[in-house]
């Protein structure tokens, strides 16, 4: 069953401009399904991959027949799996300026250095766009759509009967514990759903670390990744990671660089205008994907039943403005006080497993003080309302209210 998902708007909207689209993201997140999906809609379009080892030689030895094969009797040109070509962009380049009113859209590798050197002829020819396992809002759209348009109606600053609220957690529980992976979205059960995580654990991922870094001892990447998952939404101790893996810490952070090239973890940097008194220069280490984290700890439990609910939470906020493409930084004083995440520099989040009254903690209250942000947002499971610091408002919101774009908008 083909889920929807947001970005397949926005591929479409650009389909009559000139430049090549390029889709990058990790493994599994759907990207060929999406460009097959557009490519069956479209007439006059063609969907190749170049996991097709004589497509692929003959656009690398005789470009002339490809273009009169592939290119010429087409309007819409698919490309799946590009990166696989040699000197891809080069040629994809001598295609773009000789054949005219042609439009080609091409997937890239899961590791996006490797996309980015296939087409790196292409620069002001290019438009690129990520996709990564579903979001919560996709998700949710997919599950219950008749309560996800009642929440759409309702807005993301209204309270939501108990009742409501208790069928959007079991959701946000599910979604939390499993991941957006779309295979995993579509499972039938909770086993299956582990299986296919396990599976995008040591097939893909595991397998991608090892073949782009000539690594035999995948095990060397996996204590890695463990390690990382116990040290999440903390600051990064490189010195903990050099102890913890038997790695030195030259080749720790070069298997972290990987691991965000290849959409894993994502190190979030700090916001500071104090080099005295802020944190400036340690990141926060987050996973994409929160059921590939649960995967890695094998840990699947409820979540009323695990010490780690607040980060899960947290990671979950912080992974959905990843996938708005929202800049996200952290705030932290060198005395200990902080701030979750500061977007685009202008909003301040805080995300709580639970509140038991409209508070906000000392460190929120003198963050806004200082620096004034536009809104701050306190994610929570219970409570929905407003209240006014100095300036600024500060709205205290559902976790499942992030599928709301313009909260952060304002």
């Given at each position: 069953?083909y889920?929807?998902?947001?970005?397949?708007?926005?591929?479409?909207?650009?389909?009559?401009?000139?430049?090549?689209?390029?889709?990058?993201?990790?493994?599994?997140?759907?990207?060929?399904?999406?460009?097959k999906?557009?490519?069956?809609?479209?007439?006059d379009s063609i969907?190749?991959?170049?996991?097709?080892v004589?497509?692929r030689a003959?656009?690398?030895?005789?470009?002339?027949?490809?273009?009169?094969i592939?290119?010429?009797p087409y309007?819409?040109?698919?490309?799946?799996?590009?990166?696989y070509?040699?000197?891809?962009?080069?040629?994809?380049?001598?295609?773009?300026?000789?054949?005219s009113?042609k439009k080609?859209i091409?997937?890239g590798?899961?590791?996006?250095?490797?996309?980015?050197?296939?087409?790196?002829?292409?620069?002001g020819r290019?438009?690129?766009?990520?996709?990564?396992p579903l979001?919560f809002?996709?998700f949710?759209r997919?599950?219950?759509?008749e309560?996800?348009d009642?929440?759409?109606?309702?807005g993301?600053?209204?309270r939501?009967?108990?009742?409501?609220?208790?069928?959007?957690?079991?959701?946000?529980?599910?979604?939390?514990l499993?991941?957006?992976?779309?295979r995993?979205?579509?499972?039938?059960?909770?086993?299956?759903?582990?299986?296919?995580?396990?599976?995008?654990m040591?097939?893909?991922?595991l397998?991608d670390v090892?073949?782009?870094?000539?690594?035999?001892?995948?095990y060397r990447?996996?204590?890695l990744?463990k390690?990382?998952?116990?040290?999440?939404?903390?600051l990064?101790?490189?010195?903990?990671?050099?102890?913890?893996?038997?790695?030195s810490?030259?080749?720790?952070?070069?298997?972290?660089?990987?691991l965000?090239?290849?959409?894993?973890?994502?190190?979030?940097?700090?916001?500071?205008?104090?080099?005295?008194?802020?944190i400036?220069?340690n990141p926060r280490?987050?996973?994409l994907?929160?059921?590939?984290?649960?995967?890695?700890?094998?840990d699947?439990?409820?979540?009323?039943s695990?010490?780690?609910?607040?980060?899960?939470?947290?990671?979950?906020?912080?992974?959905e403005?990843?996938?708005k493409?929202?800049?996200?930084?952290?705030?932290?004083?060198?005395?200990?006080?902080?701030?979750d995440?500061?977007?685009?520099?202008?909003?301040?989040?805080?995300?709580k497993?639970?509140?038991?009254?409209y508070?906000?903690?000392?460190?929120m209250?003198?963050?806004?003080?200082?620096?004034h942000?536009?809104?701050?947002?306190?994610?929570n499971?219970?409570?929905s309302?407003?209240?006014?610091?100095?300036?600024?408002?500060?709205?205290?919101?559902?976790?499942?209210?992030?599928i709301?774009?313009e909260?952060?908008e304002?």
């Amino acid at each position: 069953m083909y889920i929807s998902r947001d970005l397949e708007g926005l591929i479409r909207r650009y389909l009559k401009a000139p430049e090549v689209i390029a889709l990058v993201g990790p493994r599994q997140a759907g990207k060929t399904t999406l460009l097959k999906r557009i490519h069956n809609e479209l007439k006059d379009s063609i969907f190749i991959t170049f996991e097709d080892v004589d497509i692929r030689a003959l656009f690398e030895r005789d470009m002339k027949a490809f273009i009169d094969i592939y290119i010429k009797p087409y309007r819409f040109i698919f490309i799946d799996e590009f990166h696989y070509a040699s000197e891809g962009g080069q040629a994809l380049k001598f295609i773009y300026d000789t054949v005219s009113d042609k439009k080609i859209i091409v997937s890239g590798s899961s590791v996006l250095e490797l996309t980015i050197k296939a087409v790196k002829f292409m620069v002001g020819r290019l438009l690129v766009f990520t996709l990564y396992p579903l979001s919560f809002r996709e998700f949710f759209r997919f599950k219950a759509p008749e309560l996800y348009d009642y929440c759409l109606n309702v807005g993301w600053k209204e309270r939501i009967d108990s009742a409501v609220l208790k069928s959007i957690k079991a959701l946000l529980e599910e979604f939390v514990l499993y991941g957006g992976y779309p295979r995993v979205v579509s499972a039938e059960d909770a086993e299956e759903k582990k299986l296919i995580l396990k599976n995008i654990m040591n097939i893909f991922l595991l397998r991608d670390v090892k073949d782009i870094m000539g690594i035999s001892e995948d095990y060397r990447v996996f204590n890695l990744l463990k390690a990382l998952s116990l040290q999440a939404g903390s600051l990064v101790s490189y010195n903990e990671l050099t102890v913890t893996t038997e790695q030195s810490a030259a080749t720790v952070k070069k298997y972290i660089n990987l691991l965000e090239k290849t959409y894993v973890v994502k190190l979030i940097r700090p916001f500071f205008q104090n080099k005295r008194t802020e944190i400036v220069k340690n990141p926060r280490v987050y996973f994409l994907d929160t059921g590939l984290r649960n995967a890695i700890v094998g840990d699947f439990r409820g979540l009323d039943s695990r010490a780690d609910r607040g980060f899960l939470f947290e990671n979950f906020i912080l992974s959905e403005l990843l996938k708005k493409e929202r800049s996200v930084k952290f705030w932290r004083t060198k005395s200990g006080a902080e701030v979750d995440f500061v977007v685009d520099d202008r909003v301040a989040v805080e995300v709580k497993s639970a509140l038991g009254g409209y508070k906000t903690g000392k460190a929120m209250y003198n963050f806004i003080e200082k620096y004034h942000p536009r809104r701050a947002f306190i994610f929570n499971d219970s409570l929905s309302g407003t209240r006014q610091i100095d300036s600024t408002p500060v709205y205290f919101v559902y976790h499942s209210s992030v599928i709301f774009d313009e909260m952060f908008e304002a």
